[in-house]
């Protein structure tokens, strides 16, 4: 029993913003403290979820609260924020209507995990969305583009619930996800993580984008711990074997071209 519960609880991950309380109701017979901290169970879900992120199991309780919020289990939906730029959302509910003054204006828009929930009338339309796992490249695209820019929508590193819960509600309007971040260790982690919890496709994360950019960027730290990527067999030996990584932001010029045929005031040059 105890591991069919350990591999239910994992089977459900990510949850959608759900306190862990309700989360446990609904999954383990009713019982809203079976995954109490320092419960049996807490703990085996909590070092497989470590195993999976690539980290040392929490020594702490903010340790334990940080990997149960990586899982989209979470406690506060203020603080738990996904940055946005380019949606422009169809309704007349008040985070429709913000996102869309917010992007006309050329501005970046934070979205809270209890908006998300709590939307109004919000009307994603279908087409492609590009997911950066930096804050920065968004700042870049938001600076070329402005009120032209292209929808994205950041990670800010492992999606928390309310990136989770975007990206879903996005796919489920028929939105083409591809997403981008850094060739390293933590990096293909989060990229494979993204793809399985929300079905997004990649962008520029091969093995031959990744070769293309260490010709562009010799130099660079080293990539720690790599885990194999299950879109691309070589990518993780190639990486390994380089023994250097690059960052999402030596690739910003390449993404942003990609963007620029997105934006019909800014195209690519001829």
Not at 178 to 190: N, S, T, V
Request: proline share 8%; net charge negative; hydrophobic share 45%.
């Amino acid at each position: 029993r105890f591991l069919d519960d350990t591999l239910t609880v994992l089977a459900a991950l990510p949850a959608e913003g759900l306190p862990l309380p309700v989360f446990a109701t609904r999954l383990l017979a009713g019982d809203a403290h079976a995954l109490d901290d320092g419960t049996r169970l807490s703990t085996a879900v909590l070092r497989a979820l470590a195993a999976l992120h690539g980290t040392d199991p929490p020594a702490s309780a903010a340790d334990r609260r940080a990997l149960w919020a990586l899982a989209g289990i979470a406690d506060d939906a203020l603080s738990a924020t996904v940055l946005t730029a380019g949606l422009r959302p169809e309704g007349t509910g008040a985070v429709a209507r913000a996102l869309t003054v917010l992007t006309d204006a050329g501005h970046a828009a934070h979205i809270t995990l209890a908006q998300l929930r709590d939307p109004g009338e919000l009307l994603l339309a279908p087409g492609p969305v590009h997911i950066t796992e930096n804050p920065s490249i968004v700042a870049l695209a938001v600076g070329r583009f402005g009120p032209s820019c292209p929808p994205l929508v950041c990670t800010a590193g492992w999606p928390n619930s309310a990136a989770v819960l975007l990206l879903r509600r996005l796919a489920a309007t028929g939105a083409t996800l591809r997403y981008h971040g850094d060739f390293d260790g933590e990096g293909l982690r989060i990229a494979a993580y993204v793809r399985a919890t929300t079905g997004a496709g990649l962008w520029r994360m091969s093995t031959t984008d990744y070769l293309s950019a260490r010709t562009a960027a010799p130099t660079g730290p080293p990539p720690g711990r790599v885990t194999d990527a299950p879109w691309d067999a070589e990518l993780a030996t190639v990486l390994r074997k380089s023994g250097v990584a690059v960052l999402e932001e030596q690739m910003a010029d390449a993404l942003l071209e990609d963007l620029a045929d997105l934006s019909p005031d800014h195209p690519r040059p001829a």
